[in-house]
DNA sequence: GCAAAAGTGTTGTGTCTACACCCATGT
DNA sequence: ACATGGGTGTAGACACAACACTTTTGC
């Protein structure tokens, strides 16, 4: 298997990972400055080479942990895979893009070449990567209306108003506590923690802390419409 | 470029379409027998080696005109990329899947070796390609509920029966014409032609002909949820 | 008491399913 | 006339956004 038996000439593959945090109530993408042409100086995706005997998913791992420590990542799926022949000026090269997320409690050592940028406000991105960041967000932004993926975004605990900020950062658009919390609660995603946040300095009502019941990708809004013929579904007996 | 520098070692690749039709009022996959080992005399799916100077999709473009009049695919879209080392029993292989959607009033000639498949009742399948065809038709079906995918699935123009047929038969339940008329009208996904089909041998009002107002993918449910916020939005002046 | 922040009650709207009923055609 | 299939009217269920109001804290 490591001694290909075909004689088709075949493409360098790499893997590439666009990394998502809401940091300082602001969505951000991981980035690396290339040390070397093309592109040398440029910020462009983290990723690297596909190694034999490693899957993509591997693959983009491998590559990150050497940016971030991968139990940090809450979430992971693969993108798309882009194949424009002229998408690097050196060589014929494949590449699969993954959506990672880190929750927003978290703050990764990172070394010298890797910074965070915000999603809005990007300098320009060495190959096909700008487009590969924002492909990345519409994905976030579409998932986080039909699914629980909020967990990825959030800390173990929080309260309401620390979630709509979340939402609201990574969405791009203002959101509701009330209605937010009303969409999570009555989907169950969330549940309550029955323990309380601490007033702040300035004084205000304590936050009830809440939780995501789990961290496995659901969609929870399924058959937005034509759904199956049959009764109404019990409202949760 | 045709000219590597690279000294990773690199994958084969090859790209492969799970081409589904509603044909006989069943979702039916297009499918080909290997000729030769591993798998020989399997089921598997179209496709075939990249080659350079191809993106993905014009490959798979090329290896299914092969099969089929490629002007009869009404849409094409990427799946995924699969990277098992263990995918291939012979070799280190990438496989990317498109899905392929052909309107069912065509019947394209095929060679002998290739055919259509129930997809409710496939035959075993060579490689992974069994679980890309359950990949495919589940795509199918989310993309029928919130989008205008079904452009891809009917004729130019048809009666709201016969859309229902290809509806219910991609979807695997029953659908309700009343129901998925309006639904599609007030999307505006829906035109009448002002048309009429005659009656059938049997009597009964004939049916006004519709077609789909575009050809383009175009998200008709968005933000099932979470909505950005704002005064309602005028009810199509 | 007052400001600040969290949370609930309530109303209105839009979208959907289900089902009853009416319409147009062939025999 | 009556069977067959197409189409409309309407009622009820539900989920959601918006906003007023209440509760709980710090000062």
Redesign the pocket.
């Known amino acids: 298997m490591s001694e290909p038996t075909t004689r088709h000439p075949t493409p360098a593959h790499v893997t590439l990972a666009v990394v998502l945090q809401v940091r300082d109530g602001v969505l951000q993408a991981l980035l690396w400055q290339r040390a070397r042409e093309p592109f040398k100086g440029r910020w462009s995706l983290p990723g690297g080479y596909l190694a034999e005997r490693d899957t993509l998913e591997d693959s983009i791992r491998r590559h990150l942990a050497e940016k971030v420590d991968v139990r940090e990542l809450s979430h992971l799926e693969q993108l798309e895979t882009l194949s424009d022949p002229t998408r690097s000026p050196r060589e014929w090269q494949l590449a699969t893009a993954y959506l990672g997320l880190v929750p927003s409690d978290i703050d990764p050592e990172l070394p010298g070449d890797t910074d965070w940028h915000r999603v809005d406000d990007l300098p320009p991105l060495a190959f096909d990567h700008g487009s590969i960041v924002l492909a990345g967000r519409e994905r976030l932004r579409a998932k986080l209306s039909y699914t629980n993926l909020g967990f990825a975004l959030a800390p173990d605990e929080f309260?309401?108003?620390e979630l709509r900020d979340l939402y609201a950062a990574a969405l791009g658009h203002d959101v509701?506590?009330?209605?937010l919390?009303r969409?999570l609660l009555?989907?169950e995603v969330l549940e309550p923690t029955g323990r309380q946040r601490?007033?702040?300095?300035?004084?205000?009502?304590?936050?009830?802390l809440f939780r995501f019941r789990t961290s496995e990708l659901e969609i929870t809004?399924q058959f937005?419409?034509?759904?199956p013929?049959?009764?109404?579904r019990l409202?949760v007996a």
């Not at 937005?224 to 759904?227: M, P, Y």
């Open positions: 309260t309401i108003s509701s506590a009330t209605n919390q969409v009555r989907r601490a007033s702040g300095p300035t004084g205000g009502r304590p936050g009830s809004d937005a419409v034509l759904r013929p049959g009764p109404a409202p």
